[in-house]
């Protein structure tokens, strides 16, 4: 198929291969039904979030969370362009991605990064002030590694001071990887903490792990709202649609010189992305990347079967999903909610059962007769 109405110029046409798969990583971006309305709710609940501290936003990897957060920021900086020009200072929006740590989770990192998001300076000699803490003045520098207070406070105070509208957090599941749903409650309520003492609208995007979060507290389950960016489902006619849309966008924007003609492979497309876009658009990618050091002037199927997904990554993706998406019908339908993390329902049941079992000659909980019983009453008269 020639190189007729497409959108791409000459000059990509001729440049490297790595200017191509940049060009197709970087910019070529197909906007979908479901992002279009998780973007939507997304900047109507953090430009109007009417008390709510937390926002969280969920999908099954690959489902288009790191777009979203993405075309977030783009869109909040587009609409308070002239407060950011009246007041230079101003940050509208950051975030950071965060780390998954083997071990212990490190505050001190984050609340480091947090700074580096918001472009502060001189990180290593913020003060905490004795009239605000009631010590010694210190720099941060001089504080050990496990004293992370200060940190935290000019995290909170950069962010109060810079009036941010949102500071979003990638990958936020990563935040709950403790030990035990105790724990993993401390952690969300410390993030909701310091969302109200910043009086920072706060949005995470990670996967269905941060479902956990409002089974084990309905007070912080009132203080956070929650957007979910679902999958696309081929048996249902209008996400397969939508779907084909997608996968016709990104072919028309292959930078190769002939456009791809896979017509007849849409159900292949369709069947092995799972239903993520995300998923979909890596997949092209690389066998974009194939293509080219094949020297191929259009994309075959060899070159998709080539860059497909393991049959292991694509089932451990989909039993991913399959698992959020019931806990989504199990709450539409009043049922208990069970953990998103098989692991985390075993901790809490052990925990239920351990209360469960009383010791030895220990009594159980029962109101005792207070005064006489009827049957005395009846056996003096």
């Not at 497309?269 to 997949?283: R, S």
Request: glycine share 6%; with cysteine; hydrophobic share 35%.
């Amino acid at each position: 198929m020639a190189n007729v109405d497409r959108p791409l110029s000459e000059d990509l046409l001729l440049s490297s291969n790595s200017e191509k798969l940049e060009y197709f990583r970087k910019k070529v971006f197909a906007p979908h039904r479901n992002i279009n309305n998780a973007l939507k709710q997304l900047l109507e609940c953090v430009v109007e979030p009417a008390g709510t501290s937390l926002f969280l936003v969920f999908g099954c990897t690959g489902s288009g969370k790191s777009t979203l957060q993405h075309q977030l920021h783009k869109r909040l900086n587009e609409q308070f362009k002239a407060e950011v020009l009246s007041n230079p200072g101003r940050i509208i929006v950051a975030g950071t991605e965060v780390r998954e740590e083997p071990g212990k989770f490190n505050y001190k990192d984050y609340y480091i990064r947090g700074l580096e998001a918001l472009s502060e300076v001189l990180i290593q000699y913020k003060i905490l002030y004795p009239s605000l803490i009631g010590e010694n003045s210190k720099p941060i520098s001089d504080t050990s590694n496990g004293d992370s207070a200060a940190y935290r406070r000019a995290l909170e105070k950069a962010l109060k001071n810079r009036e941010l509208i949102a500071f979003t957090l990638d990958e936020a599941q990563h935040l709950l990887m403790a030990a035990g749903a105790a724990q993993m409650l401390r952690q969300f309520n410390w993030m909701k903490s310091i969302a109200n003492l910043s009086e920072t609208t706060h949005v995470l995007f990670g996967t269905y792990e941060l479902l956990n979060c409002r089974t084990w507290n309905g007070q912080t389950g009132r203080r956070s709202e929650d957007i979910h960016l679902a999958r696309y489902l081929p048996d249902k006619k209008e996400d397969y649609t939508e779907l084909i849309r997608v996968i016709q966008t990104f072919l028309r924007h292959m930078p190769l010189h002939e456009e791809s003609d896979l017509e007849k492979h849409y159900d292949y497309l369709c069947e092995y992305c799972l239903g993520c876009v995300g998923v979909l658009k890596d997949w092209l990618h690389r066998s974009l990347r194939i293509a080219l050091n094949d020297n191929a002037k259009t994309l075959l199927v060899k070159h998709l079967k080539k860059g497909e997904l393991s049959v292991t990554r694509r089932n451990q993706i989909r039993e991913e999903a399959e698992r959020g998406e019931q806990i989504l019908r199990n709450e539409l339908l009043g049922e208990r909610k069970p953990a998103a993390n098989p692991s985390d329902s075993e901790q809490l049941q052990s925990n239920k059962s351990k209360q469960g079992n009383p010791r030895p000659g220990q009594r159980k909980p029962k109101r005792d007769p207070v005064g006489e019983s009827e049957q005395s009453s009846t056996a003096q008269s």
